[in-house]
């Protein structure tokens, strides 16, 4: 959970505008959550879900490996990122958060989640 | 012309939703399925995350209507319970899969019935429950599970989700009620072949062409028909 510490905090200090960040297994189950509330568990299925359908459409689509999905509304922004074949990354953020830089941050910072994927 | 039908295929982790699709289905089959994390794995490597979807067409005979059935199956895990509501949108009936043999199982699909009756409390549902015993040990685990999940017992068919025809035949059976369903309130929701004489005819057709094996798999199956008035 301190590694998972670590990226929340990597994250946060570049990107503005984060409101959450979980971290969970593929097939739904939470692992690390800046939340603690009794939404985990609906949260980590809801990213796990968009992850599947995400990973399909990909695969349905040809154009290779799928990588992030974002999903906007009026006043917030969920961007779900595939991390390695078996964990999610779910960032809740405000609508005016720059995407494109969370992409890159994100991308730069995959291997720092080995150590929060180990600790399983 | 043929009528569209919407069929939900729920039920709880491990009880054969994906393989019932992939057994039925006649086109390609979406699958959503990825890697277990938990204990649960010890009892299957996979599972469902976001929906399965595959469909399935009883052919029209030129006087009668043909039948296109639409599947949507669930994630089993009560964590994806929004995607039961989500799927059963626009539904005309379910399938309701279990392992007859776990406890757990039972007590799971208790719960995913009652998550659909509380927002669909009129819609059909057809029970197929897998590794049923067999003979009368079988028929008196399905008049149990009948009591226990408060459906009727013709409504609760033995089943093995890896034979196509087992799966086909319950979903005859699905078809039936559904179609009785409408015929009986006389104002359904959408354009049908109208009249079970008319299902039969078709049912007929499959039952011919799935044959001797048909009969055996799906022993304590409902006739079709049955309960029709």
């Keep these: 959970v301190s590694a998972f510490s670590d990226v929340v905090a990597d994250l946060r200090a570049d990107i503005d505008g984060i409101r959450r960040v979980l971290f969970c297994s593929s097939d739904g189950l939470p692992i690390a959550d800046t939340l603690d509330d009794a939404t985990n568990g609906s949260s980590a299925a809801t990213a796990a879900t ?22 906007r509304s009026t006043d917030g922004c969920l961007v779900v990122y595939g991390i390695g074949g078996e964990h999610v990354l779910a960032v809740y953020c405000t609508a ?10 994100v991308g730069r910072l995959k291997a720092q989640f080995d150590p929060v994927s180990a600790g399983v | 012309m043929s009528t569209t039908l919407k069929v939900v295929v729920t ?36 599972t469902t995350v976001a929906l399965d979807y595959g469909s399935f067409t009883l052919d029209g005979d030129g ?19 929004f995607m039961w509501q989500i799927l ?78 087992s799966c086909r035949s319950l979903l005859i059976s699905l078809l039936v009620l559904v179609f009785t369903a409408l015929d009986s309130d006389g104002t359904g929701p959408l ?39």
């Design chain 2, 191 to 229: 354009e049908h072949p109208g009249t079970i004489a008319e299902l039969d005819v078709i049912a007929a057709e499959v039952e011919a062409e799935v044959g001797a094996d048909a009969a055996a798999a799906s022993e304590g199956r409902v006739p079709v028909g049955a309960g029709v008035s």
């Design chain 2, 88 to 165: 059963s949108e626009g539904t005309h009936g379910y399938v309701l899969l279990l392992d007859a043999s776990r406890p757990e199982s039972i007590a799971e699909a208790t719960a995913i019935l009652g998550a659909f009756r509380e927002k669909r409390p009129d819609l059909t549902v057809v029970v197929g429950a897998g590794r049923t015993e067999s003979g009368s040990a079988g028929r008196a685990q399905l008049t149990e599970l009948a009591s226990t999940l408060d459906v009727p017992a013709a409504q609760v068919i033995a089943i093995d989700a890896r034979d196509p025809n």
């Design chain 2, 11 to 46: 039920g709880p982790f491990g009880a054969g939703k994906t393989t019932f699709i992939n057994a039925v289905s006649d086109t390609p089959v979406v699958n959503t399925e990825t890697g277990v994390s938990d204990d649960t794995a010890a009892l299957k490597t996979n």
């Design chain 2, 63 to 81: 006087q009668h209507d043909g039948v296109e059935l639409l599947f949507f199956g669930t994630p089993g895990q009560a964590r994806f319970e």
């Design chain 1, 96 to 105: 005016e958060v720059n995407v494109t830089m969370l992409d890159r941050k």
């Design chain 1, 50 to 71: 968009i992850l599947g359908l995400g990973r399909h459409t990909a695969t349905m689509l040809g154009d290779g490996a799928f990588t992030e999905a974002v999903i």
